[in-house]
């Protein structure tokens, strides 16, 4: 290449590489936090009042390329009033301590699960936890009642005591703390599942069809432990098998994949 051309390539500093680097990361992480939530669908439409704007001004249609263009002049107010709940969840994830005590505050409720499953299953008592990976849950949990407490073995059986207000619906486990309980979840439709299986088995099932969830169902009729993967589910387990998928499932940071212990199992 001829040196005269060379002045007019662009010079590419370190800083910019780490510049692009440090917002694909933001963008990456942000991604994530509103995956699987309504965030999404509000962003989507947002995406569709920003295309008309420029497709109205394009076919010369005055009045509704005002319009929007008005919206669009109070775009960053909007998005504050919208995604509020969205920046307080992310505000609230910067402030948290680092990654390796979230990860022992994980596996303390892992621990703290497993037990009261155990202790449900010898009482008979109905129960459905469902333990968030990369996935969002906040739409299931706008269906139930907020708790965030720390995830305790008496909370969970004391939620799921017969008669309870909370106890017909699924306790959700988000970043090592009960966040919600009497959640709705969707049913599975698959067809292959065994008519035997009820409600609370069907819905632990389902939420790990449309996310990468894990599931805790303990039957009321038979006090059998199941926990459900990608749709699969393994009944009649004991504590200590539960606590082993359970830990297999979050001891990788890649929560889209299954566990090998879990691939064995099933």
Known sequence: MPENLLQYLPVIRWQDILDILIVAFLIYRLILLVRGTRAVQVAAGLGVVIIAYFVARHLQLFTLHWLLGTVLNSIFILIIILFQDD????????????FLKNRVKTFQALEEIAKAASIMSQNKTGALIVLERKVGL?????????????????????????????????????????????????????????????????AGIGITEQTDAVSVIVSEETGGISVAI???????????????????AFASNKGDQQSTFWKKLV
């Open 87 to 98: 920046i307080r969840r992310v505000l609230m994830q910067m402030g948290q301590t680092p």
């Open 138 to 202: 906040g739409d299931y949990m706008e269906s139930g009642t907020y708790i965030n407490a720390q995830v305790s073995s008496f909370l969970l059986c004391s939620i799921f005591e017969k008669g309870t207000p909370l106890h017909d619906g699924a306790v959700i486990i988000q970043d090592g703390r009960l966040a919600a309980a009497g959640c709705v979840l969707p049913l599975s439709t698959n067809p292959s599942i065994s008519k035997r299986l009820g409600t609370r088995h069907r």
């Open 230 to 248: 990608a749709g699969r589910i393994t009944r009649d387990i004991d504590s200590g098998t539960l606590r082993r998928i359970l830990h297999n």
